[in-house]
C-alpha cells in the first residue's frame, strides 16, 4: 500500500482562544487498518448477541480491508489461508456459509446437546467451506485454510491478522 498521507488540523472548543488545537497525520494505511478493525468489531458485535446470525457480508467486508491493508505491488501479506477466503468471496466461488456456529455455555445460551462447557458461543472458521472449482494457484492457499484457520475464532483470527499487517504496514 502506498504511504500517502495527509495532515489534518483539529481544533478543540475556542481553538485560539486557549483551546486544545493539534496536527494529526493520517496515512491510507492507518485509515484502511480503521476500517478493517470495524468491519471485526461488527463481527463480534452480532457474535456477542448469542444468536447465529448470518455474518457474510460483514466477514467479507473485514477479508477486503485486510487485502487492501496487506497489499504491496501486486502480491498481497494476507495470510494465504485468508487470501483463499477473501478470494472465494470476490470470485463468487463461495456456495456454504463462511462460518459454523459454536453455542457456547454463557449463562442464558446454554443449548443442551449442542454448546460446549467451558467456551462462549462464537463464529468459527468453517471446516467444510464449499466452493466451486478452485484454480491450481489457490491449492495451497485451501491447505493453508484447512490447516490454519478452519475451526477456529472468526473474530480472534482476523484480530490477530490485523496486528501482523499493522506491524508490515508504513506508518
Not at 46 to 56: T, Y
Amino acid at each position: 500500500m502506498a504511504n500517502l498521507s495527509r495532515k489534518v488540523q483539529l481544533s478543540g472548543h475556542g481553538a485560539g482562544q486557549g483551546g486544545a488545537s493539534a496536527i494529526l497525520t493520517v496515512t491510507q494505511a492507518g485509515r484502511v487498518a480503521a476500517a478493517a478493525e470495524r468491519a471485526v468489531d461488527r463481527i463480534a458485535a452480532k457474535e456477542a448477541g448469542g444468536i447465529a446470525a448470518d455474518a457474510f457480508a460483514e466477514i467479507g467486508e473485514a477479508l477486503f480491508w485486510l487485502y487492501a491493508l496487506g497489499a504491496h505491488g501486486r502480491t498481497s501479506r494476507l495470510a494465504p489461508g485468508l487470501l483463499f477466503a477473501r478470494n472465494q468471496c470476490a470470485h463468487g466461488n463461495i456456495v456454504s456459509q463462511f462460518t459454523e456456529w459454536q453455542y457456547g455455555a454463557e449463562l442464558g445460551r446454554l443449548v443442551l446437546g449442542r454448546s460446549r462447557l467451558g467456551t462462549r458461543s462464537a463464529y468459527l472458521w468453517s471446516r467444510n467451506l464449499q466452493t466451486q472449482t478452485v484454480s491450481t494457484r489457490s491449492t495451497s492457499q485451501r491447505a493453508s485454510y484447512r490447516n490454519h484457520f478452519a475451526g477456529k475464532p472468526v473474530v480472534d483470527t482476523l484480530r490477530a491478522e490485523l496486528v501482523r499487517l499493522r506491524k508490515l504496514s508504513p506508518r
